[in-house]
């Protein structure tokens, strides 16, 4: 089993729509989640950070599911702004540092 | 203002070459890190450094040598380059270890090709 796990896509989804991604994750010990953005050709940015309570910043909402071992990313009402790459990335910090990323999920939002 | 970046852009050699890419960031960060993400577009860390040290070190051929003069720079030599080395090289850094919440800002890239 991948240390990280991302469905590749594409998703295509029309504007407007709701979109869903998961990543599961293996080392059970895993600390800290993050979700970042990459657009083609650019460098990876934040996009959030996921908290075990789960956390939403506009039309983004995070949630991390420990018992399942995966963290999601809800996006409302696409915008074609909104297609890029979004990777997953899962942090440990016990005795030594891994930092694992996704291989990413594709979105593209069609008008 | 550049947060973190990286020299040069687009880096074309032939094999066998001997070739230095170079990172800066004026964050104020502790830790900066080199990742490769390949034509499969899978970001993979190779080293991490924190306050100069070496604290990451991936399974990574060791062609590659990082080099940190001081917090705010990391450089990576690469020797005796090969075909498989063709990539995007990203630098990032961050306040302090990864382990914890801190976002980690990545350089702009490094396309390398190796002919």
């Known amino acids: 089993r991948k240390e990280v796990e991302q469905d590749p896509g594409p998703f295509n989804v029309p504007e407007g729509a709701t979109v869903a991604f998961n990543c599961t994750y293996s080392?059970?010990?895993?600390?800290?989640f993050f979700w970042y953005r990459q657009d083609c050709r650019k460098e990876p940015k934040l996009l959030m950070s996921v908290y075990s309570s789960g956390n939403e910043d506009g039309r983004f909402t995070a949630q991390l599911n420990r018992a399942s071992q995966y963290i999601s990313l809800l996006i409302r009402d696409s915008k074609l702004s909104d297609s890029a790459t979004y990777l997953c990335v899962v942090n440990f910090s016990g005795g030594y540092q891994k930092v694992t990323f996704g291989t990413g999920t594709k979105l593209q939002v069609i008008p | 203002d550049t947060a973190v970046s990286q020299t040069p852009k687009y880096l074309v050699t032939q094999m066998g070459n001997d070739k230095s890419i170079k990172c800066e960031q004026n964050l104020g960060h502790d830790t900066m890190y080199w990742y490769k993400q390949d034509s499969k577009k899978f970001l993979k860390i190779m080293f991490s450094y924190n306050n100069k040290e070496l604290i990451i070190n991936e399974t990574v051929p060791n062609r590659f040598s990082p080099k940190s003069p001081d917090k705010a720079h990391l450089n990576l030599h690469i020797n005796s380059l090969e075909l498989g080395d063709s990539a995007v090289y990203f630098c990032?850094?961050?306040?302090?270890?990864?382990?914890?919440?801190?976002?980690?800002?990545f350089g702009p890239g490094t396309r390398l090709t190796v002919l």
């Open positions: 990032a850094s961050s306040q302090d270890l990864a382990g914890n919440t801190d976002t980690q800002y």
């Open positions: 080392n059970s010990a895993s600390q800290s």
